[in-house]
């Protein structure tokens, strides 16, 4: 957990220099700088948070003037006493005290160079603070990159931040995520419109939210129930960035190894991996990364398995050295949009063991059947002439075809498998 800021505050700086408060409203208010004028209206030059320091020479109206400060963001005012003023004037008091802006008399023997050195030194405490803590914060993030990569920056970055602190994907799902972070859709969507190293902090309720884009990769979210050190931040996107590069380029060396791989297999070398034979080879309608040994080639993924989950086309059982045949019946498959070889119409007549396909397919024929198939299949799938070489009416030759597909589990109208058919009954 990262060390609030310890900048001054009013009634601190009041208390080290000596002054005395005539108005003790919003004395736990951060002092930014201290801007000493005699100008009626000086709001113009100021930013906000500033002690302004006057002796009231053209002060005017003094519900005015403080109204001025107040909307101009002062966070309180400095009044020199001893000069054109003896006393803080009645008027001014009330008038701060009504709008709760703190007032501090400074007595003549107070010079306004004090109250700026004093607010100088703070200033330069607190911002040679904040870099220890951001190289603190830096080394810590490091250790934890080194160590376990982007989940370590995450979950250390949480811990610095006392919060949630997420990798997000291009898409704004998270990957590494520590704590619960806001809804950040809408604000993912505009970061990807705008492009380039953009990002975008607010305040959600009570919790301080920041998003980061790194890169391509994604983002960093982050939130907070106080306010962001942005040098934090800025530390863990910057080695989330290198982090994420480094392991796309580890992940594309993989892609090589798993491809060399599969091309060796595809060559018959034997490669260590193989599922035990027999097995097939699949060809994934979805990309995936599953498990044992599997690419990706021409933009596909191939796994060779007994077995898959996931939505693929099959070839037909292979072994090791036949692995290239598998890739191109899993091709097949693939388009002509069927689960395995075996179901492209013609596939039989690639088989490698033709006749031990033959006997399958038609094992559930009789040899009437099969010899009404023969000579339907030699007539060219017509009934008429079927019928009369087989000495039986067209009838007869219709129901035993219709009996065929049903036993067969296969339309008989594709060329493929008709072609097919013709060949296992000439096996």
Not at 383 to 412: D, F, I, K, M, Y
Request: hydrophobic share 50%; proline share 6%; charged share 20%.
């Amino acid at each position: 957990m990262y060390t609030l800021s310890m900048a001054l505050t009013v009634g601190a700086l009041a208390r080290e220099v000596g002054l005395v408060v005539r108005v003790a409203a919003g004395l736990d208010r951060v002092v930014a700088w201290v801007h000493s004028t005699e100008l009626a209206d000086p709001t113009p030059f100021l930013e906000g948070g500033e002690l302004l320091l006057t002796t009231g020479i053209a002060l005017g109206p003094p519900g005015e003037y403080v109204r001025r400060l107040v909307a101009a963001g002062a966070v309180g005012l400095g009044f020199g006493t001893g000069l054109s003023h003896e006393h803080v004037p009645g008027d001014l008091v009330r008038a701060a005290r009504e709008a709760g802006l703190a007032l501090l008399e400074v007595p003549r023997a107070t010079p306004f160079i004090a109250i700026t050195k004093a607010v100088s030194r703070a200033v330069a405490a607190d911002e040679y603070a904040a870099l220890r803590r951001a190289g603190a914060a830096q080394r810590a993030l490091t250790r934890a990159a080194v160590a376990d990569g982007p989940p370590g920056v995450v979950r250390r970055l949480a811990r610095l931040l006392d919060g949630a602190a997420a990798v997000l994907d291009p898409g704004g799902a998270p990957v590494h995520a520590v704590g619960v972070l806001p809804d950040l859709a809408g604000t993912v969507r505009r970061l990807a419109a705008a492009g380039g190293p953009a990002g975008a902090s607010w305040q959600a309720g009570e919790r301080h939210v920041a998003v980061q884009v790194l890169g391509r990769r994604g983002y960093l979210a982050v939130a907070a129930g106080r306010p962001l050190d942005a040098g934090v931040v800025n530390a863990a996107a910057s080695l989330l960035t290198v982090a994420l590069a480094r392991s796309d380029e580890v992940e594309a060396v993989r892609r090589e190894l798993r491809a060399a791989r599969f091309r060796l297999a595809l060559a018959g070398v034997p490669v260590a991996g193989l599922p035990e034979a027999p097995f097939r080879v699949f060809v994934l309608r979805e990309p995936a990364e599953p498990n044992g040994f599997w690419a990706e080639v021409d933009g596909r993924v191939v796994v060779l398995a007994h077995a898959v989950d996931v939505p693929a086309a099959a070839s037909g059982p292979v072994g090791a050295t036949e692995v290239a045949r598998g890739y191109r019946e899993a091709l097949r498959a693939l388009e002509a949009g069927v689960a395995t070889f075996e179901e492209v119409a013609g596939s039989g007549l690639l088989a490698a063991d033709a006749a031990g396909f033959a006997a399958t397919l038609l094992a559930p024929l009789d040899d009437v059947l099969r010899e009404t198939l023969r000579v339907w299949l030699a007539c060219h799938g017509q009934a008429e002439p079927a019928a009369a070489r087989l000495g039986v009416h067209r009838h007869t030759v219709r129901n035993r075809v219709q009996r065929v597909e049903r036993l067969l589990g296969r339309s008989l109208e594709p060329a493929g498998v008709r072609a097919e058919l013709w060949l296992a009954l000439h096996a």
